[in-house]
């Protein structure tokens, strides 16, 4: 599949969304269903299974990848449904939901439900999806309801692709096939049960589901900028073989320059990779006894994911450089790369914030913003 993918970069990047050809295959193979509850026909997969998956995938097609991240964690929301609402989704196999976390909506509270009025951006494969989620703050006779002290209540709500509404806002620099669009609905009833509250145990307690989903989300956005990072070194240990910098009789590979780049951008993935691992290791054993919830815990999965990310930039950015003039060609994969790896760097899960975030976790204190 991801020989394919790789051939089909630039169809994919035209069209500014997946082919659906390309979601159906992705469906049937079973990349959507990776983290649903096997009860509902999902492989419940360990989120490492997850990052290899993407980062494969991502070497192949950065947006492709990408697409394949944001629907297959959102069938994580899938042990915190009701079981009646979690079965009419993600019972159908294959079945392809994506959506935008941040709470952009409002949902009123009314008989049996909410009504929810919002506009999202950043929507990523909501061409293709069946099911579209939204975060929505939630109102009680005009009140803003509280989860705690301070804390305003959000809920995920998820609505049916019709009932959705797609701006076409995705003209962008990198990432183009992902169709990252605004989406909005218009008073649309969601009914009690379809909806997730994140800072609530799902209903189902076992540990995949017991990691901060969030974090994991944050680790799946990692994979992705980890396979454009290893396309990138594998395009220009390519190159270098065949590339005579202007001015020399010896091909790139024998500048001493151009073998310390990329050595140091192969120890650069290959440590932000371990990094992941290690991180998922630990949360993993904590989870097979209880949720993880301790900031600690929660702020080093996402230090190591928006740490990969960072380092996956870097390398690439080093690699871009190194190539020469060859590099922003439109022919060229380095190019590609260096265009998509600067667009995943800017979501919020792994941004320059969360670095503060976990520092002040590091540093003893709480963050402003649970993690």
């Not at 290690?278 to 949720?291: F, G, I, K, S, V």
């Not at 190019?335 to 941004?351: G, K, S």
Request: hydrophobic content about 45%.
């Amino acid at each position: 599949m991801a020989r394919e993918l790789s051939a089909r970069s630039d169809e994919i990047a035209a069209a500014r969304e997946l082919p659906a050809d390309i979601s159906s295959a992705f469906a049937e193979a079973g990349f959507y269903h990776l983290l649903v509850p096997a009860e509902l026909g999902g492989a419940e997969a360990h989120p490492g299974e997850l990052v290899s998956v993407l980062e494969i995938l991502s070497a192949a097609d950065g947006s492709a990848g990408w697409c394949a991240m944001i629907s297959s964690q959102t069938g994580l929301l899938a042990a915190s449904l009701s079981e009646m609402h979690a079965r009419q989704i993600y019972g159908t196999y294959g079945v392809n939901t994506c959506g935008v976390v941040a709470p952009c909506g409002r949902a009123d509270v009314v008989d049996g439900g909410y009504r929810v009025t919002g506009r999202w951006p950043f929507a990523s494969g909501c061409t293709n999806a069946d099911w579209i989620c939204g975060g929505a703050m939630v109102y009680e006779a005009d009140t803003l309801r509280e989860a705690g002290p301070g804390q305003p209540e959000s809920h995920l709500m998820l609505f049916r692709v019709d009932d959705v509404r797609i701006h076409d806002t995705w003209y962008v620099s990198g990432l183009e096939g992902t169709g990252s669009h605004d989406i909005e609905v218009a008073n649309v009833f969601v009914p009690e049960g379809r909806s997730v509250r994140l800072d609530r145990a799902p209903r189902i307690d076992r540990p995949l589901y017991r990691l901060p989903i969030l974090g994991v989300l944050a680790i799946g956005i990692s994979a992705v900028a980890l396979g454009i990072g290893r396309r990138a070194l594998n395009e220009f240990c390519e190159l270098a073989q065949s590339k005579n910098p202007t001015g020399s009789d010896r091909p790139l590979a024998a500048r001493t320059s151009a073998q310390e780049d990329v050595a140091l951008a192969a120890a650069q993935l290959r440590a932000a990779r371990a990094y992941i691992d290690a991180a998922l290791t630990e949360a993993w054993q904590m989870a097979e006894t209880r949720p993880v919830t301790a900031f600690d815990q929660r702020a080093n999965l996402r230090l190591a994911a928006a740490y990969a990310t960072r380092v996956s930039a870097d390398a690439v950015d080093r690699l871009y450089t190194a190539a020469g003039g060859s590099s922003p060609y439109r022919t060229s994969a380095l190019q590609r790369c260096f265009r998509d790896i600067h667009v995943v760097t800017q979501h919020a899960m792994v941004a320059q914030p969360i670095f503060e975030a976990t520092g002040r976790v590091l540093l003893g204190d709480d963050p402003e913003r649970p993690l």
